[in-house]
């Protein structure tokens, strides 16, 4: 039985605006049928504030704080809340929805990504789990993603260690998914707006048993290579494929620079909600 074989993107760290940028481009370039399903591994340079999709940032996001720290906002094509996006590994999955790989609903896409990520992680030997809440959490009402974890997402120890949005545009279905190596979560909250120091202070200190850098739990370093490598074999085995790397023509970055100066950089969007 022939195996399918899909695209491997594997990049170091790029601007937040061209990240943004090519994953929309992966999903309108497998729209077209130009290329098969992409996995994609990238990292941020200078780091990143990722707000999602449908996110309100005024009164939310402090936009001076996020410069002031060297950092740059970008919102995502994807859902969920804002994401800071420094020392870390970052993935993209695009992916028809008509694909008989492909549940009909997000959360049951979701927990199959998952599963992905977590047989990744087995081949590093780290233990990990699915989230799933007892019931339904009403949150804190903050805009920080790793502060609660919604269904299926990773977690060890209790802790939140892999963050993933996911979106369908067209047909298409785009998961982003943040993990970090470490986590500064003292500069994390220094990006967001609080009613006053009290509340930020409390959450800050609850926050420390909620979420973690994946690196600072298991105590030793891994070669991002080699986690890349753990991840894909992850997918592989899970959605039974071969990957093949992708290239990325002049041509296609040319598409991608012209859609980072004409969406992802421009200010009507990134503050649109």
């Known amino acids: 039985m022939r195996v399918e074989r899909w695209l491997l993107l594997d ?3 790029l601007e937040p605006a061209i990240n943004m940028a090519i994953d929309e481009k992966l999903t309108d370039w497998h729209r077209a049928g130009q290329i098969p399903p992409v ?6 340079a200078p780091g990143g504030l990722s707000v999602g999709y449908f996110q309100r940032t ?7 704080a996020v410069q002031k720290h060297g950092f740059e906002m970008v919102r995502r094509p994807t859902g969920g809340q804002a994401v800071l996006h420094d020392g870390e590994l970052t993935y993209s999955f695009v992916i028809s929805e008509e694909h008989e790989a492909i549940p009909k609903t997000i959360k049951a896409a979701h927990k199959l990504i998952s599963e992905a990520l977590l047989v990744g992680l087995a081949k590093l030997d780290i233990e990990a789990s699915f989230a799933i809440p ?18 299926y997402e990773i977690t060890m120890q209790d802790r939140k260690i892999i963050g993933s949005a996911q979106g369908r545009h067209q047909g298409i279905l785009l998961q982003h998914g943040s993990i970090p190596l470490h986590m500064n979560a003292t500069e994390l909250f220094d990006l967001f707006v609080f ?11 609850a ?11 298991i105590g ?30 002049d041509a296609q970055w040319d598409e991608i620079h012209a859609l980072a100066e004409n969406k992802f950089r421009q200010e009507s969007y990134l503050f649109s909600r």
């Open 11 to 13: 990049q170091e760290k």
């Open 39 to 44: 996995l994609r591994f990238y990292g941020w």
């Open 58 to 64: 005024q009164g939310k996001i402090d936009y001076e």
């Open 134 to 151: 007892e019931a339904k959490q009403t949150g804190s009402g903050t805009a920080i993603c790793f502060e609660e974890p919604s269904w």
């Open 195 to 205: 009613e006053n120091a009290r509340v930020k202070e409390r959450m800050l200190r």
């Open 207 to 217: 926050f420390g048993g909620k979420a973690s850098g994946i690196l600072d739990l």
């Open 220 to 249: 030793r370093e891994i070669p991002l290579d080699e986690m890349k490598k753990a991840f894909q074999d992850g997918f592989a085995q899970v959605f039974d494929v071969a990957f093949e790397e992708l290239t990325l023509s």
